[in-house]
């Protein structure tokens, strides 16, 4: 998107031409050989047509950032990826190879590398900084659409890929809804304008499922009129009260969870956007850390965006939201309510169509005393600042 005008002077100098007189009656010269035509240079596609020609995608991103902030590293436990202040580092590679013909079979396979990538990292897969985060096949016939295999939530406005987001740092939201789910899921196309969606999959950030029983997936998206765009999710199965990796089969309680997700994107002009992003999640069997009660406890949450276009190389994005986690279940003190807010504004700048630099200054507060500062006090506030630099090819 960046350009810089500049203004150039061309002069154009007229070569004069005369022609040469030759001798009356002498013999014309013989001609000098032609020179022996070069060779002439091999040609065939190259691996660039060779993957358009057969319908296969290859892209990809770096996400590189640095963070600073008044709090210890791991000092906001709702943060999701920008938790470590140790300086200039990896937060994403992201390669993705797909196949996905309107009709017929394609496939998609998609992996994340970095920092990102442990947090991401689904029960049952390994978590070292490598996370195979889609892998999955499509079946394309008329207005139905089935993929089986790993790919990304329905819920939520923001995404896992870093250059498809436009705030540096992730809401408070998106930590509290799942990454992704491995199983069957089936869009059908009721019209130009409307998706219905339903699927079965196991549950919550699993690979490989914690028991027996299966979560339930349903969706739908809506463009009534053409600024406005709907997304509703829902999601419902049997999951620990706490994340699979932590959680012993026959001991640790688990209940149904149930999250309702939806997101209104508004596109009131060429340059702004507005998006709003509610969610809803209740857990059944948690335990009181207060009295050892078991109850069915839940959170909810919303978050607002207004995003700029300066000009076509510069933009501005300004996100806020509010958690109520009334029983501390998102908080991970369940038993205790617990609220929180959060305040982020990015500038990008883009020094080329595939190169963007981001700064980002962001305020989180919560009612209580839960955020460690670096000398080991708690406070109920903290400030960040971090410089992130997008390229994708």
Known sequence: MQKFPRNALFMATLLACASAAHAEDAPAPAAAPAPAAAPAAPTGPTFSDILTNSGVELKGYLDVAAEGTDLATGGNALKVFDTDHTGLGLHQFGLTVDKLPKEGFGALVNVTAGKDASVIASYGASANQFDLTQAFIQYAGGPVTLQAGKFVTLAGAEVIDSSANTNFSRSILFGSIPF???????????????????????????????????????????????????????????????APATATPGVTPS????????????????????????????????????????????????????????????????????????????????????????????????????????????????DKDVFSKQDGSLTKNGTTVAFQGIYKF
Do not use: C, M
Request: a negative charge; zero cysteines; proline letters at 2%.
């Open 180 to 242: 992704t789910h491995t199983g069957l899921r089936l869009t059908y196309a009721l019209n130009d304008t409307t998706n219905l969606i339903a699927g079965v999959n196991n549950g919550w950030d699993q690979v490989k499922d914690y028991n027996t029983q299966k979560t339930v997936e349903l969706g739908i998206t809506a463009n009534p009129v053409k600024p406005l765009t709907l997304a509703a999710s829902l999601y419902s199965g049997v999951e620990p009260v706490v």
């Open 255 to 366: 209940g149904t969870r149930t999250l309702f997700d939806l997101v209104a994107t508004y596109v009131a002009t060429e340059k702004l956007t507005f998006i709003a992003n509610y969610d809803f999640v209740s857990q059944e069997s948690t335990v009181s850390l207060v009295d050892g009660s078991s109850k069915t406890a839940n959170y909810q949450g919303i978050a607002l965006y207004a995003n700029y276009a300066i000009d076509d190389n510069s933009r501005l994005s300004l996100r806020g939201e509010y958690l109520d986690d009334k029983d501390g279940f998102r908080s991970g003190d369940v038993g205790t309510s617990h609220n929180y807010k959060e305040l982020t504004a990015t500038y990008g700048y883009s020094f080329a169509k595939n190169f963007e630099l981001r700064s980002e200054l962001r305020y989180d507060q919560a």
